[in-house]
């Protein structure tokens, strides 16, 4: 598949910021003995659910696989994607298993029904797997609108973005921040992001990435990046959740047996 290019015209910011204003799910996270962080990935390449999850495994804890039901088995930039065995073996491991829309869709430039749609159909296609309803989000592209926030926010305990961030008391669960572990510098990136988290009280951080590879894409990182990250985390102290369980802890929420 060829990489899709989000709107980055300067209307496609400014909607991105406005969303921000609208449809407002507050954190009210406070009282944490440590920080949080969660490791979650993205479209969940064959790679990611494979050695991804074996770096998770070697550390004891559990990450959130953001899936889109609609690419699985088809190959792309990122590799080939999640096959139904893959995410019926995640789920389990333990992981969670979140939405991601069934076809990747751009949710900034979609209509209200299309977005509905393909939240269906992804749920469906999950609970044909055997799988639980999946319980949180992350936009596409990390694009959003007003629309889309307002047609999510009684669907999801939250919903992930991309724009850079700490969730603390009071930040937007409907357009959570996320750091990416990507590119050249993102094991850099994401070891910066630690060290603020951990000097935050009350701070949770939820790192992302793609493709976990030895020769990763621009949107990947390698097995041993992601060792060290988790490495770092451990002796700084953070105790590591998946996206469900720290968005319940941000709205005071019990914790989801599983299904």
Known sequence: MTPYSA??????KLRRRMARLVTQKPATLSGLRRPLLTISFDDAPVSSARDGAAVLKKHGVHGTYFISTGLSGKDSHLGQYTTADDIRALHAAGHEIACHTHTHLDCGRASSRDIAQELQRNHDALRLLGLPSPRTFAYPYGDVSPAAKG?????????RALHHGLITAGSDLNQA???GIEG???EQTAMTWLDKAARTRDAWLVLYTHDVRDNPSDWGCTPAALDRILDQARTMGFEIVTFEAGARRAQGLPLAHAA
Do not use: T
């Open 177 to 179: 921040p996320a750091v």
């Open 184 to 186: 050249q510098c993102g």
């Open 7 to 12: 709107d980055r015209s300067l209307y496609g």
């Open 151 to 159: 047609l999510l926010n009684d669907r999801y305990l939250a919903a």
